[in-house]
């Protein structure tokens, strides 16, 4: 549901009020951007950027379904009127083209008002929840340090008063990486069924990222140290993200699969049936995933707002123009080519392609750079599932749901290929 998910066309990750928000989770790396803007004081996005955004976007890409992703920061925050400006808009500029809508939020300012309009108006919900209380209010807590769970929680009840269609995006940190059956078994008791893990990796800043008021360091900083040395303290250490992913693995191939959709086991079923990925820290190549700020500006990536990835402003160019920029095709060609070699020749290496360039800081044993600092957790957790995996294709190509792969595990099921 993030700005993770590609697809036919291009996609654009819009931060209507850019960094604002309500929140002050420490492992946040949006809420700095308020560096790049110092004279900036409301962020709010205008009703000509809104505008001229929804018409280029559609206008652009000649696909049958438009896909906006409305993020922040909190994205909430700007208000309702300027949700019902965004359904007209795209009411008056869709023409034959069906638009998708999601939004992605901290869950905590959600109401009935909120409800009846996503209902109404067909939208996804995108909601950030890492698990239970011990968990989730280490770092998400509001302004004035008061823990969020229970909003949250509240939130959940409404969107399935409502039957809005949601999934729960989980940040696994440091500590939630040591108690993934705790995380799991916390959000089965919610009956979630869609869930998204995504490690937190965060890197202290270097002297110029400090300078500009920067909490973090840049994507693009060198990695000539160590890279334990690299990382923030809440960040997931080398080997627990693998760890976390294996053991809700197991539990969900025995028992889940089928009524609990864990989009990390979804892409990996994608790679083991050949297809090309649908999301882009696993595909070949980037830079299909840009980002919008409140003013229009446009960056290569949400992961990528510096000045060094701007495209341009949407106000005065086309996106996809943008996207045909030599420096923007630079950028999604890197992933590929920057490979090390222990990537091309890695067995698993179709699964991850190297996994997302922002967390490729570390160096080989052969002193290469370009490695993801996450690289021994995919492989292990790859390496992993293969068996399960190729159940699974199994399963699919002879017409069977994949959910038979739990009756495999308990006993002996013969597949007779059809």
């Keep these: 549901m993030k700005k993770y998910m590609i697809g ?46 929804i018409h280029k976007y559609i206008s652009s890409q000649q696909i049958p379904e ?85 909003k949250v929680i509240n939130t959940i009840a409404l969107l399935k008063k409502y039957e809005i269609p949601y999934n729960v995006l989980v940040c696994v940190t440091r500590e939630s990486s040591k108690q993934p059956l705790k995380v799991y078994k916390f959000l089965k008791e919610l009956r979630v069924q869609y869930i998204q893990f995504t490690p937190i990796v965060e890197r202290i800043p270097d002297d110029r990222a400090i300078q500009t008021g920067l909490k973090y360091a840049t994507p693009h900083a060198n990695n000539e140290e160590g890279q334990q040395a690299l990382v923030t303290d809440f960040s997931v250490e080398p080997g627990a993200y693998g760890n976390f992913l294996i053991k809700i693995f197991d539990e969900w191939v025995k028992n889940d699969v089928g009524s609990i959709y864990v989009m990390n086991f979804e892409w990996a ?28 500006d446009i960056y290569s990536c949400d992961h990528y707002v510096y000045p060094e990835y701007y495209l341009g402003n949407i106000l005065t160019g086309n996106p996809k123009e943008m996207l045909e920029l030599s420096k923007q095709k630079s950028f999604g ?8 070699q222990v990537c091309r020749e890695c067995e698993v290496g ?19 750079p370009g490695l993801s600092y996450l690289c021994q957790d995919y492989k292990k957790f790859f390496r ?23 009756d495999v595990i308990k006993g002996p099921l013969v597949i007779t290929k059809k």
């Design 333 to 340: 060609q890197s992933k590929q080519n920057s490979l090390p």
């Design 384 to 406: 992993h599932i293969h068996k399960y995996m190729k159940v699974m294709v199994q399963l699919i190509e002879n017409n069977l749901p994949v959910s038979k792969v739990m």
């Design 350 to 368: 179709f699964a991850c392609n190297g996994e997302c360039p922002r967390h490729r800081f570390v160096r080989t044993y052969d002193n290469e």
């Design 66 to 150: 438009i896909q906006f992703v409305w993020q922040g920061g909190e994205p909430t925050l700007i208000g309702l009127d300027f949700f019902h400006k965004v359904v007209s808009l795209q009411e008056k500029y869709a023409g034959s083209k069906r638009i998708i809508n999601s939004l992605q939020t901290n869950g905590t300012l959600i109401d009935e008002q909120w409800c009846k309009f996503l209902k109404e108006n067909n939208f996804l919900v995108g909601l950030s929840l890492d698990g239970p209380e011990n968990v989730h209010d280490l770092y998400r807590v509001d302004i004035n340090g008061n823990p969020t769970l229970s």
């Design 269 to 296: 079923l994608e790679a083991w049936l050949g297809l090309p990925s649908t999301v882009c820290i696993f595909s070949k190549q980037c830079g299909k995933a840009l980002a919008i700020e409140h003013n229009g």
């Design 8 to 53: 036919k066309g291009f996609h654009i990750l819009t931060k209507p009020i850019g960094p604002v928000c309500n929140l002050d989770c420490r492992y946040c790396f949006y809420t700095e951007k308020k560096a790049l803007y110092p004279e900036k004081k409301d962020f709010r996005m205008s009703d000509e950027v809104l505008e001229a955004f």
